[in-house]
């Protein structure tokens, strides 16, 4: 990968950021001919597209809020990811207990309207439940005051693996990129337009520049910070675009919510929405919406967070689960946008939904939006490339039926995402990940050493972390676990790279994902 980046040849097309939304980009462009490079400054799905809720939705907050022709595309593109990644996403029924007489009907209606505009592609009809129903379903349920239920059906998937699928389906396809390597400076031509970048290989320190007709920055919730060295090329200061909120999940067992359906609040004590979602036998119990200023790569929960998750899941939940109770604990940036301030000095509603801006010096910048929508919001970013002539107009789009790495042999999938993780994560390619030396040997957590091998081989894998964050999504579930078989691990990482495998920083990152705010 790194020798492509010596080429004389300027690129197509350069992303800055292995986020969902540069790896979806490079997927696209590949797969429409360009000439695509991604760099990464750490790993790919580092950020915040490792640290969802894991779920694949149409947004039924969108559809309170009027939002119809969001709540349509999601419902679409859902459809599309469960179709093209079916060992990586799966239809997830999720159960609304009602403690009120009004709510049942309400917020059925609403749900019912949800499986209208799914049409086709509905996962599964919304149904109402009595009590006893309610109680089978979420069999740890608080039954004082409960008057039924509404279920409906979504999507759920494992976010840190589907980014990798699109790192190596983008390579398929003539994709060249690399983690560990971050963008330095944006190089400008000598009217000041952005025609490259000049990157540094993260491991070694190696300088390379990159030649590019076009580049994308899709950095997430650090746009501003590639955005800054345009504006410094043209002495200019522009208004930020992100205003970063945070996320906090907490992972309990498996005992707090048995079964395979989910729990969803869609109005807390303070507005919020709680899920208890079932995901690789364990439970996540989250999330929280609270801006937040500094952006680090591992960002802290606030006490007050973590007692609104346990507090409210007490609410809801028999046997509440408690601190002591808690496996692990992680937080995702969202980069919501802020939109600019009017000529009255006002700043309208913050979005959630995704934004494309194209600078005077043609650096192509995208940020907000989901995961969902991540095919949807590559092929708005292609567009805007190609309409401010940044890229000739090549093929049409054909990523709504191209199908992962993992699913391209067409066969029928066993889910397993409710159990521990194992083969089925792998899709088509278990067979072959099972052929490798390792595989009878348990590491633990539902790891074998020929899974470290085939993270390390063919899916990216540099460091510990890598294996036991995104590879496996060990650290994730039970982070005492994955400190425990951390040197295991760190040994066959480092027989296969030859590199450091940063066996200490995961030791300390474990522990950052057991400590708990006082």
């Known amino acids: 990968m790194f020798s492509q980046l010596e080429r004389e040849v300027p690129f197509d097309l350069a992303i800055i950021g292995g986020g969902a939304t540069g790896l979806g980009l490079a997927l696209d462009a590949a797969n429409r001919g360009y000439s695509v490079v991604l760099i990464e400054a750490a790993d790919f799905a580092k950020g915040t597209s490792s640290r969802s809720t894991k779920l694949v939705h149409g947004g039924v907050r969108y559809l309170a809020q009027g939002n119809i022709s969001l709540v349509v595309e999601a419902l679409h593109e859902r459809a599309t990811l469960l179709h093209n990644a079916p060992h990586l996403a799966r239809a997830l029924s999720f159960v609304m207990p009602c403690y009120r007489f009004w709510e049942q009907p309400f917020y059925g209606l609403g749900l019912?309207?949800?499986?209208?505009?799914?049409?086709?592609?509905?996962?599964?009809?919304?149904?109402?439940?009595?009590?006893?129903?309610?109680?089978?379903?979420?069999?740890?349920?608080?039954?004082?005051?409960?008057?039924?239920?509404?279920?409906?059906?979504?999507?759920?998937?494992?976010?840190?693996?589907?980014?990798?699928?699109?790192?190596?389906?983008?390579?398929?396809?003539?994709?060249?990129?690399?983690?560990?390597?971050?963008?330095?400076?944006?190089?400008?031509?000598?009217?000041?337009?952005?025609?490259?970048?000049?990157?540094?290989?993260?491991?070694?320190?190696?300088?390379?520049?990159?030649?590019?007709?076009?580049?994308?920055?899709?950095?997430?919730?650090?746009?501003?910070?590639?955005?800054?060295?345009?504006?410094?090329?043209?002495?200019?200061?522009?208004?930020?675009?992100?205003?970063?909120?945070?996320?906090?999940?907490?992972?309990?067992?498996?005992?707090?919510?048995?079964?395979?359906?989910?729990?969803?609040?869609?109005?807390?004590?303070?507005?919020?929405?709680l899920f208890a979602v079932p995901w690789l036998g364990k439970v996540i119990l989250g999330t929280t919406d609270t801006p937040r200023q500094d952006l680090s790569l591992e960002p802290e929960p606030f006490q007050e967070e973590l007692a609104f998750i346990l507090r409210e899941a007490g609410k809801y939940l028999h046997r509440a689960p408690t601190r002591a109770d808690i496996k692990s604990i992680w937080v995702g940036l969202r980069p919501l946008v802020k939109p600019p301030t009017d000529a009255a000095g006002n700043t309208k509603k913050i979005s959630r939904e995704h934004t494309v801006l194209v600078s005077p010096g043609h650096l192509v910048t995208v940020t907000g939006g989901k995961w969902t929508t991540y095919r949807a919001m590559a092929q708005d970013v292609l567009k805007h490339c190609i309409d401010a002539k940044l890229l000739k107009e090549k093929n049409p789009c054909t990523t709504e039926q191209l199908l992962l790495v993992g699913a391209q042999s067409g066969q029928p999938v066993e889910h397993s995402m409710h159990e521990r993780p194992g083969l089925a994560a792998y899709g088509d390619e278990g067979d072959f990940v099972s052929s490798l030396p390792g595989s009878e040997q348990q590491l633990g957590g539902g790891l074998t050493v020929a899974m470290v091998r085939f993270a390390v081989r063919y899916e990216y894998a540099r460091t510990v972390e890598d294996v036991l964050a995104r590879r496996s999504r060990l650290l994730f579930l039970d982070a005492r676990l994955a400190g425990s078989i951390a040197p295991a691990v760190s040994a066959i990482v480092h027989k296969e790279t030859g590199k450091d495998p940063e066996l200490a920083a995961f030791m300390v990152l474990a522990a950052h994902y057991t400590h708990l705010p006082d």
């Open 112 to 273: 019912l309207m949800y499986d209208l505009l799914a049409g086709r592609r509905s996962l599964g009809r919304t149904r109402f439940h009595g009590v006893a129903a309610t109680q089978s379903a979420l069999p740890n349920i608080n039954t004082k005051g409960l008057k039924g239920s509404v279920q409906y059906w979504d999507g759920q998937f494992d976010d840190a693996r589907l980014a990798i699928g699109l790192a190596r389906t983008a390579a398929q396809q003539g994709a060249t990129l690399i983690n560990y390597c971050r963008a330095v400076e944006l190089l400008h031509d000598a009217e000041n337009r952005v025609n490259g970048i000049l990157a540094q290989d993260v491991e070694t320190g190696l300088p390379y520049t990159i030649q590019a007709k076009c580049v994308v920055n899709a950095t997430g919730v650090w746009v501003d910070e590639i955005r800054q060295f345009d504006d410094e090329a043209r002495g200019e200061k522009n208004q930020t675009m992100v205003a970063p909120s945070q996320g906090v999940h907490v992972v309990v067992d498996r005992e707090f919510l048995p079964g395979d359906q989910a729990l969803i609040v869609p109005h807390t004590s303070d507005g919020r929405v």
